[in-house]
């Protein structure tokens, strides 16, 4: 039997869900990759006299080109830290000595970084 079994698989679920949520993060991001390749398509078989290719090429800017890249590689970073802090925790639970808790400024720069995403997108797709 693994010592602090229950420790270690508390780790690995926290890994997990991690991980879950780096993919749904990159699978948004093709998501916007090809929703914006949808739309150019649109704009450039409309006709040039048709007021909507230019609202779609407005719609289509340049968070429509880099928002799904970015997801792409936040979603890949998200999952490079989750390894890096899932091996650096079953580390601090195999050591034999007690560890302080850490802080959680990694955490809380995730979360302020995607309030910032999410609110700099709602303001883009409000006003466009």
Excluded at 40 to 58: E, R
Excluded at 73 to 84: F, K, P, T, Y
Excluded at 89 to 117: C, G, K, N, Q
Aim: hydrophobic share 55%; net charge neutral.
């Amino acid at each position: 039997m693994i010592r602090d079994y229950s420790n270690h698989a508390a780790n690995e679920r926290t890994f997990l869900a991690w991980v879950r949520t780096g993919i749904a993060v990159i699978a948004l991001g093709f998501v916007i990759e090809k929703f914006n390749l949808f739309l150019l398509t649109v704009a450039n078989t409309l006709d040039a006299q048709d007021p909507h290719p230019v609202h779609l090429q407005k719609l289509s800017g340049s968070l429509g080109r880099y928002g799904g890249v970015a997801l792409i590689l936040g979603g890949v970073a998200l999952i490079v830290i989750a390894a890096s802090r899932f091996i650096r925790t079953e580390r601090l639970l195999d050591a034999e000595e007690t560890h302080p808790a850490s802080a959680l400024r990694v955490e809380f720069t995730l979360l302020m970084a995607t309030v910032l995403f999410v609110a700099c997108f709602s303001v883009y797709v409000a006003l466009g």
